[in-house]
């Protein structure tokens, strides 16, 4: 049995305990979730057109957003259900942005959105799928600040642009 989890339970619980209020936590979360889902549930239901549904795409992901940030507050039971929920929070957050793009191009413009926006935002979103299913993101979780290291080549800019002249001067090899 690895006693690593047991060990630092109390000082992360006392860590969550002293950076915020619960309340405030849970406050701030769950309504708004649940007020989210509702109102884009019963436009959905009285509208049926694609900005309804991409109104209720925006705010079901908010949801899914709020709940797995909530949870990502609890999570310190163990590093690996903490890693997976940030790297979660990440990948979800994209998403609703992008939904929420969705819907606002189609309420202003009263059209779908146009295929090479598609192609590009899905082109933007490549990496962060990448990132979070092969956990590129989050290298390490410190157990002892009940904190996670982010990889350094992601965050930074600096590390961004190496990234790409990395994945450019790949692709000009698998060419060759």
């Not at 509702?38 to 709020?66: D, P, Q």
């Not at 999570?75 to 940030?86: D, E, I, R, V, Y």
């Not at 002892?144 to 930074?156: D, F, H, Q």
């Amino acid at each position: 049995m690895n006693l690593e989890h047991f060990v630092n339970i109390q000082y992360c619980y006392d860590f969550l305990m002293n950076q915020i209020p619960v309340e405030l936590l849970m406050y701030s979360h769950i309504p708004t979730a649940l007020a989210s889902l509702l109102f884009s549930g019963f436009i959905l239901y009285k509208v049926r057109s694609r900005a309804s549904v991409m109104l209720f795409a925006t705010c079901s992901s908010f949801a899914v957003w709020s709940i797995a940030d909530l949870g990502s507050w609890f999570a310190f039971f163990g590093s690996g259900s903490t890693m997976f929920l940030w790297s979660l929070l990440d990948l979800v957050g994209v998403l609703m942005f992008f939904f929420a793009y969705y819907f606002l191009y189609i309420f202003i413009f009263n059209n779908k959105l146009p295929n090479w926006q598609r192609y590009i935002i899905f082109i933007g979103m490549i990496p962060v799928i990448l990132y979070t299913l092969l956990g590129i993101h989050l290298p390490l979780y410190d157990a002892n600040s009940c904190a996670a290291t982010e990889n350094e080549l992601v965050t930074k800019p600096r590390g961004g642009v190496r990234l790409a002249r990395a994945a450019i001067k790949k692709s000009k090899e698998v060419k060759k």
